[in-house]
């Protein structure tokens, strides 16, 4: 059930990180998603996973600072979309 609900999570940070490319999103709930990814990868440390939750939440951070290129987004975005489709099978 926790791993559902992780990865129900993460879906919805993939979606608002595509919608981020295009410059649609709130500044505030993309903080909280990206300190999201960073906790989450710094509890399970022990995985790929991890490193890839771990990268995405600082690539988002950065993102809401600074403008990145929307290719990078696009990569969070499939990255986590594959990780969030994975945790309901």
């Given at each position: 059930m926790i791993v559902q609900l992780l990865g129900l999570l993460d879906v919805a940070v993939a979606v608002s990180s595509l919608l981020m490319a295009y410059g649609i999103y709130s500044r505030?709930?993309?903080l909280a998603f990206s300190v999201y990814l960073i906790a989450k990868?710094?509890?399970f440390f022990s995985s790929?996973?991890?490193i890839i939750d771990f990268a995405?939440?600082?690539v988002i951070l950065?993102?809401?600072?600074?403008?990145?290129?929307p290719i990078v987004l696009g990569i969070v975005f499939l990255a986590l979309i594959?990780?969030?489709a994975f945790s309901f099978f």
């Open positions: 505030t709930l993309m990868s710094l509890v790929l996973a991890s995405s939440g600082i950065a993102a809401v600072y600074w403008t990145m290129p594959q990780k969030g």
